[in-house]
């Protein structure tokens, strides 16, 4: 069985509700039928409307930015899991590294909310990847086997089967300065070596690992080539819906 591919969007906190009408009206016109799944991660406001933009396209997906630990309660300002689902989202990025950073949002807290997630049927999209400091260092495999063992690596199989892994390196985000396809390629066998110690070569074998940090349309097609990397997880350039598809085709 193939490994799933994927691009993901990540729209982050721009477009206003008519704007990612506008932008989504512009993705579904132009993206041509396939195979591999395209994500759409919209803020809040946006998911019912493009849920409905998109339900006739098979290979569209919706998903979230963050949720809510907990199942619901007084928590002012916060959306559950739950409210997700019910407006028709299927995928939850957790532990973008802007998260990490802005709302301190520590490898426990990612840990419940990975949790929270996959109990309720939503598959989480994980973020790791380390700072500049730790890979000037040379410590990166380290830092980045210690956040997938901290949230995904105590789930049973069967639940760890439903979790994407994007690799996103903090200095490649939104810089302009891509991993190289060699970098990238690295640390996704690493990635998937420690999955394969962990759940098994077969589990490790299947597991959909995504890159992430200043991907682009013209260095998509380096990147996906990479035998461990299948996709990516795109910020910038998927608020263009003409990059966004031409990643999209660079498979
Ligand atoms: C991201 O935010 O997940 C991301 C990869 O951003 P960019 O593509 O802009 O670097």
């Not at 939850?92 to 990612?110: A, C, M, N």
């Not at 097609?221 to 910038?236: R, Y």
Request: charged residues 25%; hydrophobic residues 40%.
């Amino acid at each position: 069985m193939r490994r799933t591919q994927i691009v993901a969007g990540n729209w982050k906190m721009n477009k206003t509700y008519q704007e990612g009408r506008d932008l989504v009206k512009a993705i579904v016109e132009k993206l041509q039928p396939s195979d591999n799944k395209v994500v759409l991660c919209t803020p809040f406001i946006h998911l019912n409307s493009v849920a409905a933009s998109i339900k006739d396209i098979s290979n569209l997906h919706l998903g979230a930015q963050n949720c809510h630990q907990e199942m619901r309660g007084a928590y002012t300002g916060e959306v559950s899991a739950a409210m997700l689902q019910s407006v028709g989202a299927e995928y939850v990025i957790i532990g973008h590294s802007e998260r990490r950073k802005y709302f301190s949002e520590s490898d426990e807290l990612l840990a419940q909310k990975v949790k929270t997630v996959l109990g309720i049927g939503l598959l989480p999209i994980f973020c790791c990847g380390e700072e500049l400091a730790i890979r000037e260092e040379g410590t990166q495999n380290q830092l980045v086997k210690k956040q997938l063992e901290a949230a995904l690596f105590g789930l049973e199989e069967e639940d760890f089967a439903k979790v994407v892994i994007a690799y996103e390196p903090v200095w490649a985000i939104g810089t302009g300065k891509t991993a190289t396809p060699e970098q990238a390629q690295e640390m996704h066998a690493y990635i998937r070596a420690l999955i394969s110690e962990k759940y098994g070569e077969k589990r490790a074998d299947l597991t959909t690992i995504l890159y992430g940090g200043s991907a682009k349309p013209n260095n998509a097609k380096e990147l996906f080539s990479q035998p461990d990397v299948d996709g990516g997880l795109i910020g910038g350039a998927s608020l263009k819906a003409d990059d966004f598809v031409a990643i999209v085709n660079s498979f």
